[in-house]
């Protein structure tokens, strides 16, 4: 069965920092496109940070410059490293896989982690 699990989200100061972790079963990983997103109440979920077709990596400007995405193939893992955060990074962040060829039929979602930053 596919699954995708966070961890690592929790409560932090401005100008904090935070390391997400998505660990992925059931899928052949090296296969898929891997992304954060995130959603406050209300908002749609918005991408923060994805790795590209070619292999590049790409952010929303929002988060440029203070959050990485990184991966481990051999651990069937993505990462967010996520640093000097603002009040507005306050989301529930989830993890995306999309396979590279089928995103139509072979999309999935984390259940997400709570990200909460205030003084």
């Known amino acids: 069965q596919e699954q995708l699990v966070e961890s690592g989200g929790g409560v932090v100061q401005p100008g904090g920092s935070l390391r997400l972790s998505c660990e992925a079963s059931?899928?052949?990983?090296?296969?898929?496109?891997m992304a954060w997103y995130r959603q406050v109440p209300g908002k749609q979920r918005e991408l923060v940070a994805t790795f590209t077709d070619n292999g590049g990596t790409a952010y929303s400007d929002s988060v440029k410059g203070r959050f990485t995405i990184s991966r481990d193939n051999t651990k069937d893992a993505v990462y967010l490293q996520m640093n000097n955060l603002k009040s507005e990074d306050t989301a529930v962040y989830y993890c995306?896989?999309?396979?590279?060829?089928?995103?139509?039929?072979?999309?999935?979602w984390g259940q997400g982690t709570q990200v909460t930053v205030y003084s």
């Open positions: 995306n896989a999309r396979h590279l060829i089928l995103s139509n039929q072979l999309t999935y």
């Open positions: 059931g899928i052949l990983f090296s296969s898929y496109i």
